[in-house]
């Protein structure tokens, strides 16, 4: 037997940029994945993960290629011999909030347990990361989702576009900060998307090196913020954020629904987090009450919300 947990995980700033070598900023929720596995006559998956409607019928094939990479790391079989997993835990699966990385790294720490490897955090990354990857190799996730899925907390993530190990700097605040999710009811694919991004960005790089530079001034200067504790100007990183975001083209009517209501009622930023087009949008909202407040009005406006917090640790 072997059980192992993963991290939901929202990017505070920067998906999409973070996939041409341009930093990061992301944190582990307090939501998770388990997974717990046992051998088996025969392979078996029985997924309990709560999620929005439709989401696992739409990650089906993503969901076996992720189980077969794994299965195939850890030289297990399909057949005899094998292993049943099954997933529980408190993270809604939904675009956004790094389900499927949480699958990856619940899933690599149970056989790491069960089948006693002594793997450490580094190679359980590395292997959460291939099996993002669906074995591709070529490099079309960035590794920030699994990054944060593996160790929680916050932290400055940049990929090394020549393949060597990635920047990551892990940091942590003094006490973690309240935030709304805000959930636009819609599943993407995080691979097409970051496809349409990129065919943008080959038609039109003058302008995309203009949003480039803006978007690492914005980047640099949360960060700095979140050190600091000054929230209020970290809000407005996440709200400039949000406009660059809205120009490569991965924002949508849903999400900005969402940040108009959101901004009424009070939020100190807002953003798309994650892979976009739907999925989740990340409301500041420090304190109960205002985390309470902004979170009822979405609710009002038919969007469900998930109340947490960022800064959480391994
Ligand atoms: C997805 O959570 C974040 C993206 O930047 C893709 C990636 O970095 O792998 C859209």
């Known amino acids: 037997m072997g059980e192992g947990k993963g991290f939901g995980k929202t990017i505070l700033i920067g998906e999409h940029f973070v996939v041409y070598g341009l930093p990061g900023i992301a944190s582990g929720l307090g939501n998770a994945t388990t997974a717990n596995v046992e051998k088996a006559e025969k392979f078996e998956f029985v997924d309990n993960r709560p999620e929005i409607p439709g989401y696992k019928e739409k990650k089906k094939q993503e969901i076996q290629n992720q189980l ?3 299965l195939k790391q850890f030289k297990l079989d399909k057949k005899g011999n094998s292993i049943k997993i099954t997933l529980t835990g408190n993270l809604q699966c939904s675009s956004g ?90 599943t993407q694919e995080t691979k097409k998307i970051v496809a349409d991004v990129r065919e943008k960005k080959e038609a039109n790089e003058q302008e995309f090196e203009k949003i480039f530079k803006e978007y690492t001034k914005t980047c640099q200067k949360a960060f700095e913020n979140i050190k600091t504790g000054d929230w209020k100007t970290v809000g407005e990183q996440m709200d400039k954020n949000q406009e660059l975001l809205k120009q490569i083209g991965v924002s949508c009517n849903e999400i900005e629904n969402i940040i ?8 100190w930023g807002a953003k798309l987090t994650g892979t976009g087009r739907g999925g989740y ?12 407040k902004v979170a009822k009005k979405v609710e009002e406006l038919g969007y469900k919300t998930l109340k947490t917090e960022i800064g959480a640790k391994k």
């Open 97 to 186: 909030v790094g389900a499927s990385a949480a699958l990856a790294v619940s899933i690599t720490r149970a056989l790491n347990q069960m089948l006693e490897m002594n793997l450490n955090d580094e190679e359980i990354n590395k292997i959460a990361y291939i099996a993002e990857e669906g074995g591709t190799g070529k490099g079309s996730v960035s590794g920030i989702d699994n990054t944060c899925s593996t160790f929680g907390g916050f932290i400055w993530f940049e990929k090394n576009m020549q393949g060597g190990p990635n920047k990551i700097e892990r940091f942590s605040v003094q006490k973690p900060v309240e935030i709304v999710l805000a959930s636009t009811g819609i």
């Open 281 to 292: 949008v990340l409301l500041l909202t420090p304190g109960n009450e205002l985390q309470e």
């Open 260 to 267: 108009k209501t959101a901004k009424e009622a009070g939020t």
């Open 68 to 70: 077969d990479s794994l």
